[in-house]
């Protein structure tokens, strides 16, 4: 999907390697997984290894104005 006006809308979000680790630090373990059939609790015990992978895709997602089709069924 793209946004409408990628440029703008989204040129005030901030996305860094410290905020994506504290949204990994808030993971409650004994949730349910989510669209992704990802269980929270492997989500945490991995969180170190791909902090940085997350954070550029989530940077290159907001930079683009593209987000993948599956990011739409995430309960926020």
Same mark, same amino acid.
């Given at each position: 999907?793209?946004?409408?006006? *990628?440029?703008?809308?989204? &040129?005030?979000?901030?996305?860094?390697?410290e905020?994506? =680790?504290? @949204? +990994?630090g /808030?993971?409650?373990?004994?949730?349910?997984p989510?669209?992704?059939?990802?269980? *929270?609790?492997?989500?945490? &015990?991995?969180?170190l290894?791909?902090?940085?992978?997350? =954070?550029? @895709? +989530?940077? /290159?997602?907001?930079?683009?104005?593209?987000?993948?089709?599956?990011?739409?069924?995430?309960?926020?």
């Amino acid at each position: 999907m793209q946004f409408p006006y *990628p440029g703008e809308e989204l &040129s005030d979000i901030q996305i860094t390697e410290e905020i994506i =680790t504290k @949204i +990994f630090g /808030k993971l409650r373990a004994d949730k349910a997984p989510g669209a992704d059939n990802i269980l *929270p609790r492997l989500l945490r &015990s991995i969180s170190l290894a791909v902090i940085t992978r997350v =954070t550029i @895709i +989530f940077k /290159k997602s907001v930079e683009s104005g593209d987000i993948p089709d599956d990011w739409l069924l995430a309960n926020v």
